[in-house]
């Protein structure tokens, strides 16, 4: 079996759930090229676990937390290394924030060796609250062998100048900081390491990366996998994106190959990862059951929740949108501030009211733009795929074109999904005041209309091809006329 030479990662998280400091700590080695291999450490501290104190040298009223970590390397029940380092929040202007979380990365060398990883956490302003993490670290990279680093899993990254604790080889890299990916998280992206292929191999070589079902005998999911020809060099630099739009959910593992000219495998990595519909079939009894007793939800006015609840529509998928108007036809308080909770726990265990706040952050705004007597925002046909897709990078608005109804074109150079020059033609037949409706669009799953043209300019004299003969201002946007 050519898996014979899997490893699997140890970018690995430990966290804490008891009545202290909410915290969590994922990490990955690397090997140092021209410094000491280093270790990256990720944290994820629950603001709602600390305690934020008023800046006493601040001209306004602004609170801060902060949270002082000790951490230790040990061998042998002897700390090898030792690191001093505090984590600060933002500057709040409220002593009881909501959605706030402390995230930070520490990079720090470490040596070859098997350790224990010890995180101990203090709350500056109430010492006795404080919690301890520890996990097992293994770093060993050889000189004489080809290797790769941890997989380490992103939120974004981009290309920058910049010089910060955030930045490798020119990108910027953003720590997605769960193994949890949930369905309205449309596509995995990490970043990763290749060693020692110039003392191994000649020329050029092969990086293939892919999803594969948890346990699985190297066989790619239809969609999920893709590959870049590297020279052999000291160190190479994989940092990819996969469309996980439709990845059913399950436990799978992102995989890292290496492989010679003649396709023979030289070394692979392989990282754990989950998707996540959170009211698939076979949960419906844990949501039911859940236990929302001093959670967000409860503070929640019955409009808030109706709102939130309805508002999760764009976000869900299949069997999900099925439960949900089930929910929705029930009028059942509880079991919507349950549904409500379940599903923003599902997305981010340690505090849910932080995705859950973005989120809503977000519809209160597409409810600004897009409200009309016919309903909020959030239920318009652009309120839900500005809420499914994200803002557009260009809106071509056309109020009073002759012989077409009002309408707008949606330009998006790249969507939330990861899709790239996506259009939406939104018009208003009814002339209602912001009734809009979507007519057309060439994004994946949406409606395509191959007579959208006739529709939008139905009022207009046709050439002799059956087309409008001027005026049309959408159909040249698409270069169709």
């Known amino acids: 079996m050519i898996y014979r030479l899997l490893i699997l990662s140890i970018f690995t998280a430990f966290s804490t759930t008891i009545f202290a400091i909410d915290a969590s700590v994922k990490y990955a ?43 230790n390397f040990l061998q042998d029940n002897k700390i090898i290394h030792t690191e001093n380092y505090t984590i600060k929040s933002p500057q709040i202007k409220t002593a009881t924030p909501s959605g706030i979380a402390l995230i930070d990365m520490l990079r720090l060398p470490l040596a070859n060796g098997a350790y224990i990883l010890e995180v101990s956490m203090t709350d500056r302003h109430e010492e006795a609250n404080a919690t301890t993490l520890k996990a097992a670290v293994n770093m060993a990279y050889s000189d004489d062998d080809i290797a790769i680093s941890d997989v380490q899993l992103l939120a974004d990254f981009e290309a920058t100048e910049e010089e910060n604790h955030y930045v490798k080889h020119g990108y910027l890299l953003r720590p997605f900081t769960f193994d949890l990916y949930p369905s309205f998280v449309k596509k995995l992206t990490f970043y990763t390491e290749i060693y020692g292929t110039d003392t191994q191999l000649e020329g050029k070589y092969l990086a293939r990366y892919y999803v594969q079902k948890a346990g699985g005998e190297g066989e790619p999911i239809t969609g999920l996998m893709g590959f870049k020809k590297q020279e052999a060099a000291p160190v190479n630099v994989i940092m990819a994106q996969l469309d996980i739009s439709t990845l059913p959910e399950g436990e ?18 392989a990282l754990k990862i989950r998707r996540s519909y959170p009211f698939a079939d076979s949960d419906l009894k844990e949501y039911e059951n859940i236990d929302i007793a001093g959670t967000f939800v409860e503070k929640l006015d019955k409009e808030r929740v109706n709102m939130s609840v309805r508002a999760l529509s764009p976000l869900l998928v299949k069997d ?54 016919m309903g909020r925002g959030y239920q318009t046909d652009r309120g839900r795929v500005y809420l499914e897709y994200g803002a557009p990078s260009e809106v071509l608005s056309e109020p009073s074109e002759p012989s077409a109804p009002p309408y707008e074109v949606w330009f998006y150079t790249r969507t939330l999904d990861n899709q790239s020059d996506v259009k939406f033609v939104f018009y208003n037949p009814s002339l209602a005041n912001g009734d809009f409706e979507l007519l057309h669009s060439t994004a994946r799953g949406e409606i395509t209309n191959p007579n959208w043209r006739r529709t939008l300019y139905s009022k207009m004299p046709a050439s002799n091809s059956g087309v409008p003969a001027y005026g049309s201002r959408a159909g040249r946007v698409f270069g169709e006329w």
């Open 252 to 269: 799978y593992e992102l995989v890292i190959e290496v492989r010679d000219a003649e396709n023979e495998l030289m070394r692979s990595k």
């Open 29 to 71: 080695t690397f090997k140092g090229i021209e410094q000491d291999n280093y270790i990256e450490l990720y944290f994820h501290i629950k603001g709602k676990s600390v305690n934020f104190a008023r800046l006493e040298d601040s001209a306004e009223e602004f609170y801060q937390a902060a949270v002082d970590l000790n951490i």
């Open 320 to 373: 999900e949108t099925y439960l949900l108007n089930q929910m929705l036809r029930k009028k059942d308080d509880l079991k919507k501030r349950k549904m409500l909770c379940y599903y923003w726990t599902r997305i981010n265990e340690i505090d849910p009211e932080e995705p859950y706040e973005e989120y809503m952050e977000i519809v209160d705004h597409v409810n600004k733009l897009f409200t009309t007597a």
